[in-house]
């Protein structure tokens, strides 16, 4: 399966100067214009190509332009294709639960068994059609939290697409106030009074949960400090918010899922990524 993929991977990266005359070309575009599908598609697509080795999907990759954000993995499509050689055998499993698209960027939530049991966000960039950046955040897979919820399970419906803009700026604006600059006091404003379902795996539901658990660290000498947002992402009632920080002393890469009902933000996922030592990265691009 592996060397499968390696092998679409670097014939797709040297180009495709050898493979047809112009006729052949054109009928090839003809077919593929007739089987068009969408950038959420095609990532998910691609995902679960990881588990299944099926070779297609490596075709949604620019071949010439694959920016690497995943510090762990070199730049390109070749990059990519290496990784995927040091996996054990038939070891991969992908179930990507959510997906979303934000213009040209498509985000997913997916439950890996990849080097081990994971929950990742992977964000995706999309130029003329193909894929042509990638950034990831990826934590191992935690027991249930207090309240019983995982970090991959309840809501995935996506509806209020006409508040996509007006989500994203509540929860870009939450963030920014709470957790970047500590403006406790206007919490309660962002919720439903207690009402808030929450995924990350040391944390009880309710607004309430939420505080006791950050008093609990606080009096530990352990405290969680968001630094900067880099990005935010969202359609409909899903925003993503990409931070950077510190949860303690170590410097942490956060990626925040919020779902947000009647403009309050009523559920939460999120997974959190030590930042790998700049010594230790496979490419110069950083991990935002």
Request: with cysteine; proline share 4%.
């Amino acid at each position: 399966m592996n060397k499968t993929l390696l092998s679409a991977a670097i014939i797709l990266g040297v180009g495709f100067s050898a493979c047809n005359n112009q006729s052949n070309s054109n009928s090839q575009n003809i077919k593929e214009e007739k089987m068009e599908i969408s950038k959420k598609q095609k990532v998910v697509a691609l995902l679960k190509s990881i588990e299944t080795g099926d070779t297609v999907p490596v075709g949604y990759i620019n071949p010439n332009k694959y920016i690497q954000h995943n510090l762990g993995v070199a730049d390109g499509l070749a990059g990519f294709g290496v990784l995927l050689t040091q996996l054990p055998p038939n070891s991969a499993k992908v179930n990507t639960i959510r997906s979303f698209q934000d213009g040209d960027f498509v985000f997913t939530h997916t439950d890996y068994n990849f080097f081990g049991p994971k929950i990742g966000f992977d964000i995706f960039r999309f130029e003329d059609g193909k894929i042509v950046e990638h950034w990831d955040n990826l934590q191992e897979t935690a027991k249930p939290n207090p309240s019983g919820h995982t970090m991959i399970d309840g809501a995935t419906e996506v509806k209020d697409l006409d508040k996509t803009e007006a989500n994203k700026t509540l929860v870009k604006n939450f963030v920014d106030d709470i957790l970047v600059n500590g403006k406790m006091e206007k919490l309660v404003g962002y919720f439903d009074g207690d009402n808030y379902i929450q995924h990350n795996p040391n944390i009880p539901d309710q607004l309430s949960g939420l505080g006791a658990t950050l008093e609990t660290l606080g009096k530990q000498g352990i405290f969680l400090k968001y630094d900067k947002i880099h990005r935010v992402l969202g359609e409909g009632n899903f925003v993503l918010v990409v931070s950077e920080g510190h949860f303690g002393k170590d410097p942490k890469a956060f990626y925040d899922l919020f779902r947000v009902e009647n403009g309050k933000i009523a559920e939460h996922w999120d997974v959190i990524e030590p930042i790998t030592p700049k010594e230790n990265w496979k490419n110069n691009n950083g991990k935002f």
